[in-house]
């Protein structure tokens, strides 16, 4: 069984940080990818930031410049940096890991976290 869980959501205020953490953990071999999206009511989820098993990040044009993407490979974790944030940023905000679980590949998600942003 594979799991991934995310930390780290909550209220802040506009121009504020936060930093999402997600961790994930199972009998997998390996992770090919493992990213950040986010769900605001109303609207479809969508990509916030993610990286590839070969290091290639990708980032939502709505946080280029504002948030940043890291990870710790040891601890199979990837880490969310937000900064100046804005009351459109709120959202849920779900991480993801495509793991190869033999035979396959799987997609996994966490069951998300809320970010909300107040102006």
């Known amino acids: 069984q594979v799991q991934v869980v995310e930390f780290g959501g909550g209220l802040v205020q506009a121009e504020g940080s936060l930093r999402l953490s997600c961790a994930a953990s199972g009998s997998f071999t390996s992770i090919s990818a493992m990213g950040w999206h986010r769900q605001a009511p109303g609207k479809q989820r969508e990509l916030v930031a993610s990286f590839t098993s070969s290091g290639i990040t990708a980032y939502g044009d709505s946080v280029k410049g504002r948030f940043t993407i890291s990870r710790d490979n040891a601890k199979n974790t990837v880490y969310l940096q937000m900064n100046s944030l804005k009351p459109e940023d709120t959202a849920v905000y779900y991480c993801?890991?495509?793991?190869?679980?033999?035979?396959?590949?799987?997609?996994?998600w966490g069951q998300g976290t809320q970010v909300t942003v107040s102006s």
């Open positions: 993801n890991a495509v793991v190869f679980l033999k035979p396959s590949y799987r997609e996994v």
